[in-house]
């Protein structure tokens, strides 16, 4: 592994820990507003290599579980997820850059993108999904808070 791939990866540093995820999902046509309550958990693959996030959430009555992996793809001078849960299978291409002096984390899909900025202590962590339409175009989908417990 070289020390570029290796410092890319080190830039994932900013997620590792466990975090209390709160917020709203945007009320939609025929879909009220659906409180969300979650645990997300992002630790070190064995080696470094990548990160696993664990997605135990509560998203109305809805019970969703999953997992995703989390690395970094040369090819792409970017980062790569894929993920696999009760609500169906994603995969991400995402970013970990400083934007305006702060610290955002985007991820997207065909169908659905995130963006959020870490406060500058690091511990929590806010965005904004959207999902895209049938037309298209993208749409708020939830807002979301992250705060790191440990």
């Known amino acids: 592994m070289t020390a570029a791939y290796r410092s890319e990866l080190r830039r994932l540093e900013a997620l590792v820990g ?5 917020g709203w999902t945007r009320e939609a046509p025929g879909a009220p507003a659906m409180r969300i309550d979650a645990v997300d958990t992002y630790e070190w693959l064995p080696g ?5 996030h664990i997605v135990d959430a509560k ?6 579980e999953g997992a995703e992996i989390i690395g970094y793809d040369p090819a792409l001078a970017n980062f790569r997820t894929q993920y696999f849960g009760s609500d169906g299978p994603s995969a991400y291409e995402a970013s970990l ?9 985007r991820m997207q899909s065909e169908s659905d993108r995130f963006a959020g900025t870490f406060a500058d202590d690091g511990d929590t962590l ?15 989908w939830m807002d979301i808070a992250l705060t790191r417990q440990a």
Request: charged share 40%; glycine share 16%; no cysteine.
């Open 97 to 105: 850059e400083e934007e305006d002096g702060a610290l955002v984390w």
């Open 126 to 140: 806010e965005g904004r999904w959207e999902a895209r339409g049938e037309d298209a175009t993208w749409r708020p």
């Open 59 to 64: 998203v109305g009555d809805e019970r969703v």
């Open 48 to 52: 470094g290599f990548g990160l696993l």
């Open 18 to 22: 466990t975090w209390r995820t709160e």
